[in-house]
Each structure stands twice: as C-alpha cells, then as structure tokens.
C-alpha cells in the first residue's frame, strides 16, 4: 500500500483482557519497528523485525508483549493481561534498508 | 516566536512569523537527526533531517540548525501556517544503529 496501515485504530479493553494490534507495513520494506508513545510523550522503541527476524526486543516492557512477523510483512503486537499502564498509542513503522521511517498513524489503546 | 532555551512544551506563533523550536539531544554518538510533525490522531510525519557532518540544512520553508558542541538542535519555519500546529519531535540516531531515540515534543499553536 501507499503507507503504514494499523487497525484497529482505537481499542479500548478490560483490564486482564488479551489484545492483538495489526500493522501492514509498506510492501518491500525489510525493517518493521513498534514504538509507544504515551499521553504528552515522545514515542519509545519496543521492538525490531528485519524480514521475519525479530532482532531486537529489548524495549519490551514486559513478558506480558509479544510481538511477531512470521511471513516477513504484517506484524502483530500482542499484550497479555492488559494493565492500565499499558494505555498508550502504538505506532508501527517501516522503512526500507538504510531508509527512512514511514510511520502508520497508530492503535490508541485504553485499558479500563 | 521562540521555544528560548533547552526545550519548551509549548510555542504560541502568530500566522505568518517564523518559528523556533529547540531540542537538546543527549547522545554524542548519534549522527544523523530528524524533526517529525505529529497532528493528532496521525504518526510522525518526517520534516526534515540532518547528518552530523551539516550544521544547517534547508528545506521547504524549514530549516535545521545542528550545534553538535552543545548538542543542540533547532528547527525553525518561515511564515508559519495554521497547518503547522502540530507537535513537534526531535529524533536522534547512531549510523550503525537502527532505534530512533524521541525527545518529549514542542506543541505548536499558530493564532489567526
């Protein structure tokens, strides 16, 4: 496509509740990313795929994140057991080797 | 108007002047630097960029300043439009590095 596609764009869950976000990258890109950005917050890295290989990790705040690209194209971030401090906007990018970002326009989710 | 100092939440600019954001980075490795736009609901939107080799690079009514002494950056936009409203982020990188690293943002409010 044009752009980063996410879906859904708004989600609220339960607190406790399993959440699953989508991210279509745009079709070529080798680098996928997931950031956070809370209210009022610059946005933080989660983690980085490069085609299926998820290289890095390390932003994940919990075990309670996972995330996956089995096919080397969408993305799916997953929360288990979604807590109020998870409530944030998640954005997804994509950029091709040694090329820019292109960010989607990100999940906003409200965990009540 | 100004965002005078390291960093300020918010600028107030009248239609037509030119604004000055400031960003202080942390890093002293990283190497190339990005201002991105966010409107709300929407992602970063990629501005400009500069690589530590530069210290000034013009765009489109945009221009960045890079002062890698003090390890500061600035963006500043000519005639500044209601569509320039946004907040907006500085982002650092290292070359061999693939995390962008967020400032916490300048909200822009442009008056009629």
């Known amino acids: 496509g044009a752009g980063v596609s996410q879906s859904p764009r708004y989600k609220v869950a339960k607190r406790g509740q399993d959440v699953a976000l989508r991210c279509d990258p745009i079709s070529g890109h080798v680098s996928l990313f997931w950031y956070q950005q809370a209210l009022g917050q610059g946005p933080e890295f989660l983690t980085y795929?490069?085609?299926?290989?998820?290289?890095?990790k390390s932003g994940l705040p919990s075990d309670r994140f996972f995330a996956e690209r089995p096919e080397g194209s969408v993305s799916t971030l997953k929360i288990q057991r979604t807590q109020q401090e998870d409530s944030a906007v998640y954005l997804c990018a994509s950029s091709q080797t040694g090329g820019g970002y292109t960010f989607g326009s990100g999940t906003r989710l409200t965990v009540v | 108007g100004e965002s005078v100092g390291l960093h300020l939440p918010t600028l107030s600019v009248q239609e037509g002047d030119n604004s000055i954001i400031n960003c202080a980075y942390s890093?002293?490795?990283?190497?190339?630097f990005i201002w991105y736009k966010q409107e709300s609901g929407k992602g970063p939107q990629f501005i400009i960029d500069?690589?530590?080799?530069?210290d000034k690079r013009q765009g489109q009514r945009v221009t960045v300043l890079l002062n890698k002494t003090v390890k500061h950056l600035s963006l500043q936009i000519a005639a500044t439009q209601p569509g320039d409203s946004a907040v907006y982020f500085c982002a650092e990188i290292t070359t061999n590095d693939y995390k962008l690293s967020f400032g916490a943002g300048t909200t822009v409010t442009v008056r009629a």
């Open positions: 795929f490069q085609n299926e290989a998820q290289l890095d």
């Open positions: 890093n002293s490795a990283s190497d190339y």
């Open positions: 500069i690589r530590s080799n530069m």
